[in-house]
């Protein structure tokens, strides 16, 4: 094996066609209780496109390998790390602002952060969805506690987080609404949603309000989304926000409804992901795959998830963007789409 590894380094903040190179790092080596992965795949996030832009300038230090979403396979095991062995297939969530990032053939961890990879995903598939499942999974069962029979409201259901966030919501036997273009919304029924709204063609409260309201709200889009929550909540319901809110929002309407909020930055464990993978096992959960590019393309990745182009008529897709690190796994088991963007 060769001591050295390709990666894509973030070399200075700003538009995505002047911040990457690539390069070639010494490859790492495991440390007590960690373990060496091939990366097969990793994924892009909006975390991703933050770090790049500068947004957390002041926790990356330049040059970076930036990204955080690993599906892989063992291939050296440190001091006692005996969970796992050479050659078990794995996925997990670099912890974030920590060490060397996922956008390189190689990357060490912890193995207390590490799963076995659910057999039915191949590692593209199992890349896409690693940091949004472990996202919505905190968000509507750690922290809004989603019961049986619940009204949840998932913004922008078409999208990365949202597209699993109403498979989530509809696993756990909850009714499902969510925001959508009406082009998206026969995709979004077929995950799971009981409702789907045009958010683009007027105001949605109304027709939310008209079910009875929702006792969660999944903010996935920002905007407006914090301050009118309580405008769709039952009484006692709580609203989940995974994005930043850089304007100030008044939140007072919370009181008239008892709403409780939370805002959810993920932690890594495996705890999350073998809970995903029961889901993935059973039948009621597959990441939604929009577009697959190699290592050398992450540029044109960060372009499509802004919602660019890159030729082709191609946009930001549906679902997530992948990278596959190494050529040896390009299949997605035929759920990769190329719909409208949300």
Known sequence: MSSSMRVVELVRFGDP???FAARELPRPAP?????????????VNPLDLQTRRGDYRDQVALPAVIGNDVSGVVVETGPGADDFQPGDEVWYLAPMFAGQGTYAEFHVVDQALVARKPAGLSHVEAAGLVLVGMTVWEALVE??????????????GAGGVGSVAVQIASALEAEVITTARTRDH???TELGADTAIDFSAGDYVPQIRALGGAH????TVGRDTLSRSPEVLADRGRVVSIVDTPEPQNLLAAWGVNATYHFVFVSPGRAKLEALGRLVDQGRLRPVIGAVLPL???????????GGSIGEGRSRPRGKIAIAVHPLDQ???GTE??????
Do not use: N
């Not at 440390?31 to 994924?43: D, F, K």
């Not at 969660?216 to 903010?219: E, G, I, P, S």
């Not at 789409?337 to 949300?342: A, D, N, P």
């Open 17 to 19: 066609e002047v911040a």
């Open 31 to 43: 440390g007590p209780g960690q373990v060496l992965v091939r990366v097969m795949a990793t994924s």
């Open 143 to 156: 922290r809004a506690g989603v019961r049986p029979g619940e009204r949840v409201l998932v913004h922008g």
């Open 186 to 188: 026969a995709f979004v």
């Open 216 to 219: 969660v709200v999944l903010d």
């Open 296 to 306: 050398a393309d992450v540029t044109k990745a960060h372009v499509l998830l802004e």
């Open 331 to 333: 299949s997605t088991h």
């Open 337 to 342: 789409s190329s719909g409208g963007k949300e």
